[in-house]
């Protein structure tokens, strides 16, 4: 079975440019979180989807940051404008829905976005 | 909200010696303590977890320890091996079905000398 693929893997992108991460979870998660991971450092949470339902976005930088996940399953992250202090790791995880037969609460994550803003 | 803190932040031991990593939580709503491994170049991948109504786990070479009253946590491997390298994460959450919101520690980076 597949994992959670993120895209693109690296990005290299120039201050004030914007810049979108894609995320498709394992088939059935319907929750789907976005973690913002500063080198060093343990994640954070930016967003956590149930479904479409953006549950819990109180971490999400508002100002330049947006997510969608409009069909309940793959989902984008934007910032615009990126800024120096943006780069960092982007990690994408998924896990079954809540009340969900066999859920153990474990998140899947991938392999993450790494981004270097210049 | 929720504040884990985990120490060391680096871990040096000899092939087959014992590793321990400890982790503070501040929220005593907090009820689900997993632990996750990052290898280079990947995502955390969960390797054991406890939950409150649970003193302790053993999983093979891997085990951790609750203290509810203390409010903490810890994890023990033992006869570490070179595949044991890895940055290792605690978290805690208040565990609500399967939807539940991890703050992690800052991480520990473990180094298995052969």
């Known amino acids: 079975e597949a994992g959670v693929v993120q895209s693109p893997r690296y990005k290299i992108i120039e201050k004030k440019q914007p810049v979108a991460f894609w995320c498709n979870p394992i088939?059935?998660?319907?929750?789907l979180y976005w973690y913002l991971q500063n080198l060093g450092q343990g994640p954070e949470l930016l967003i956590r989807y149930e479904n479409e339902e953006a549950v819990d976005d109180s971490q999400l930088p508002k100002d330049r940051f947006s997510a969608e996940r409009l069909k309940g399953v793959d989902s984008t992250l934007k910032i615009q404008p990126a800024e120096l202090g943006d780069s960092a790791v982007y990690l994408c995880?998924?896990?079954?829905?809540?009340?969900?037969?066999?859920?153990?609460?474990?998140?899947?994550f991938g392999e993450g976005s790494r981004l270097t803003v210049l | 909200g929720e504040n884990v803190e985990q120490h060391p932040s680096t871990l040096s031991v000899q092939e087959g010696d014992s590793a321990v990593i400890k982790c503070t939580y501040s929220?005593?709503?907090?009820?689900?303590f997993p632990w996750y491994k990052q290898e280079l170049g990947k995502g955390p991948q969960l390797i054991i977890d406890?939950?409150?109504?649970?003193g302790e786990k053993k999983d093979q070479r891997i085990a951790v320890t609750l203290n509810k009253t203390a409010k903490h946590f810890s994890l023990h491997i033992t006869e570490t091996q070179p595949e044991d390298s890895a940055v290792y994460f605690c978290a805690a959450s208040p565990f609500k079905a399967a939807g539940n919101k991890l703050t992690f520690g800052g991480g520990t980076r473990v180094l298995v000398k052969p």
């Open positions: 088939s059935g998660h319907n929750t």
């Open positions: 929220d005593s709503a907090s009820n689900y």
């Open positions: 406890i939950r409150s109504n649970v």
């Open positions: 995880a998924s896990s079954l829905g809540r009340g969900a037969s066999g859920s153990s609460g474990e998140l899947f």
